[in-house]
């Protein structure tokens, strides 16, 4: 996959370059979409990578564990590594991780990266527990939803959080009302990039 085009981003005062397909469409595999519709939404940059990625960015990490879910072109772990944190990108997509794996070298930065799906998690449970969950418009769908809700827990460590970013997808609301229902404590924090989103902060009750 050689046709890709460069994007610099700023992030938390530097810039970070993310390499990136020049044409998701042109990705479109038909012989995957009939197996688990799968779809190369990894291939772009989403508005939400960027919102959780600025507000991981102005922290500093200190070294935490950080495991990202669905992650595509891998901004949000950019910007955790860039802050400090020891960074897990995972997608479902091979395409994906290698692609983050890619952007993490060209911008000088340390993550390691898994293909892995949510609905098979053994692996990224096994290497938890994690003190930072980051995912990025992953709601898009009801089934995501579904697998991740009951996973978030199996995968924080005590005191752990989640920073999910979402667009406002209608598959969203129902999640965010399950998981307060499930009891956890979700916070949500406007975000520019997101006009009829945000970026929600997710915690295990104390
Ligand atoms: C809309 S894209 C968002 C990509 C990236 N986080 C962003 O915001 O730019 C959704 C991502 O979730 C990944 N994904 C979808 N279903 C998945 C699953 N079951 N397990 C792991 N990753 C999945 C896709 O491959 C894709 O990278």
């Known amino acids: 996959m050689e046709d890709l085009v460069e994007e610099v981003v700023a992030i938390a005062g530097r810039d970070l370059t993310l390499l990136r397909p020049r044409d998701a469409e042109a990705l479109l595999d038909d012989e995957a979409f009939e197996h688990e519709e799968f779809l190369p939404y990894w291939a772009e940059l989403w508005p939400s990578a960027l919102a959780l990625a600025r507000a991981i960015g102005t922290r500093a990490l200190h070294g935490a564990r ?12 950019l910007a955790a590594a860039a802050a400090g944190g020891r960074v897990l990108a995972t997608d479902w997509a091979p395409d994906a991780v290698a692609m983050t794996a890619r952007n993490a070298e060209r911008n000088g930065l340390v993550l390691d990266t898994l293909a892995c799906s949510w609905t098979e998690p053994e692996a990224l449970i096994e290497r938890g ?20 809700l009951p996973l978030l827990p199996r995968l924080l460590a005590p005191r752990g959080e989640v920073w999910l970013a979402d667009p406002g997808r209608p598959a969203a609301e129902g999640f965010f009302a399950r998981a307060a229902g499930a009891g956890l404590d979700v916070v949500r ?12 902060r997710i915690r295990s009750p104390a």
Do not use: F, M, Q
């Not at 950080?66 to 772990?77: A, I, Q, R, V």
């Not at 980051?134 to 991740?148: I, M, Q, T, W």
């Open 129 to 148: 527990p994690w003190e930072l969950v980051l995912a990025s418009d992953v709601l898009y769908e009801a089934r995501n939803g579904e697998a991740l």
């Open 189 to 200: 924090r406007p975000a520019a990039e997101l006009p009829r989103g945000a970026v929600y």
């Open 66 to 77: 950080t495991l990202e879910l669905g992650c595509g072109l891998g901004l949000p772990s």
